[in-house]
């Protein structure tokens, strides 16, 4: 789970432990402490490491991390890490958007496929990556200046049917899937969309 320390990405982490998983979350801030609660609320393995999404080196460094701490085992990778700028469309800067491709697009990107390629070293069975995009990707959202944010949402919606179509050599296991979050208030009164 990327984007796990709060907000959407600990609200998945928990409805994953709920069902029995084991969870592991990236993210570049530490949890909060909702997430040290779950390993004892449902009985599960939890950790979490300090991964930039946007830093390929860092992702290899979590995945390694990962795969030493669980033995490799990965059936469920939820690539769920997001920003938005809340700027403008004439506002935004080079830079600023950026930052979002990496985290929002990249990001989700090469987490799916260090996921797909540790699930196929494994020989994973009933494996699932669960791509996360936003109502963002369909339409604007009124109360936002998300232009650039809605561009990345689509970027992540189109990438899963072409992942799934390559993948499906590899695996018998479920295809990437994406998962479309409206807008709500999670528990911790951040706004999940």
């Known amino acids: 789970m990327t984007g796990g320390a709060r907000g959407c990405g600990l609200a998945f982490a928990e409805g994953l432990a709920e069902a029995g998983a084991d969870v592991a979350i990236f993210d570049i801030i530490p949890p909060v402490q909702a997430f040290f609660d779950i390993e004892k609320k449902y009985g599960v393995k939890t950790k979490h490491y300090i991964v930039d999404v946007s830093s390929i080196e860092s992702l290899n460094a979590g995945f390694a991390s990962f795969k030493s701490d669980f033995g490799g085992e990965l059936d469920i990778c939820v690539p769920c890490a997001g920003i938005n700028r809340n700027l403008g469309f004439l506002e935004t800067p080079f830079e600023d958007y950026q930052k979002l491709l990496g985290v929002n697009v990249t990001g989700v990107y090469y987490t799916a496929q260090l996921a797909a390629k540790q699930m196929i070293e494994n020989g994973t069975k009933k494996g699932s990556i669960v791509l996360v995009a936003s109502i963002a990707s369909y339409m604007a959202i009124r109360s936002q200046l998300s232009s650039a944010y809605c ?43």
């Open 151 to 193: 561009g990345t949402k689509g970027a992540v919606r189109a990438m899963v049917p072409a992942i799934a179509a390559e993948l499906v050599k590899y695996v018998s296991w479920k295809k990437p899937i994406c998962t479309i979050p409206k807008l709500w208030l999670t528990s911790a009164g951040d706004s999940c969309q």
